[in-house]
Structures are given as structure tokens and as C-alpha cells.
């Protein structure tokens, strides 16, 4: 199982969590609005991190992206694997070809 799909399953457990005894059961009990919030907060502190070359904090906020889109992800019922087979189907297309074929 690889970290992606072990945090996955961590974060599908937390959905029926007590929200005090969990950040992730917290955030569900915020809704799904407020887990996409956090999941661009954390992507817009990746971004600056970027941006400054700062690596090692890119490393952070990069494992924060993740996990807030995992979260994201889950309160809005689409699996990781969902999203991994659509990565599957792209793969070998054109990022060009790709947009193209969606109009």
C-alpha cells in the first residue's frame, strides 16, 4: 500500500469520526465548502513556496496539498482511485491532444 493510499483509508475512517477527537472528522463536520477552502489555502501556500525556491517548505505544503485534497476528495464521496484511473486514462496523451478533445 503506498502513502497516498494508506492516507486515503485514514481519511475515509475519520468521515464518522467524533469531530473532537479528529482534525480530518473535523473538517468534514464543516462541510465539504470549508475542506475545498483549506485544500486552496494549502495550495496557495505551496505556491509561495515555489515561488521562493524555499524546497524543504515546498516539501511541506506539497504533503499538506495532499492531504487537504484527500480530505476534499472524500466529502465529496470521489474516491483517490477515481482519480488515479483518470490519471491512467491520460497517460500516453498529449496534454495538448488532451484539452483539445474536451472542446
Not at 485544500?39 to 515546498?58: H, M, Q, S, T
Request: one cysteine or more; proline letters at 2%; charged letters at 30%.
Amino acid at each position: 500500500m503506498t502513502a497516498l493510499s494508506r492516507l486515503a483509508a485514514t481519511v475515509e475512517a475519520r468521515k464518522g469520526a467524533d469531530p473532537e477527537s479528529s482534525w480530518t472528522a473535523k473538517l468534514f463536520a464543516k462541510g465539504p465548502e470549508k475542506c475545498a477552502e483549506k485544500f486552496g489555502e494549502e495550495a496557495v501556500e505551496a505556491i509561495i513556496a515555489a515561488v521562493k525556491n524555499d524546497r524543504a517548505n515546498l516539501v511541506y505544503e506539497a504533503a499538506d496539498v495532499l492531504y487537504h485534497l484527500t480530505v476534499m476528495l472524500a466529502a465529496r464521496d470521489v474516491s483517490l482511485d477515481e482519480v488515479l484511473a483518470e490519471l491512467d486514462r491520460r497517460a500516453g496523451t498529449s496534454g495538448i491532444a488532451e484539452k483539445a478533445a474536451r472542446g
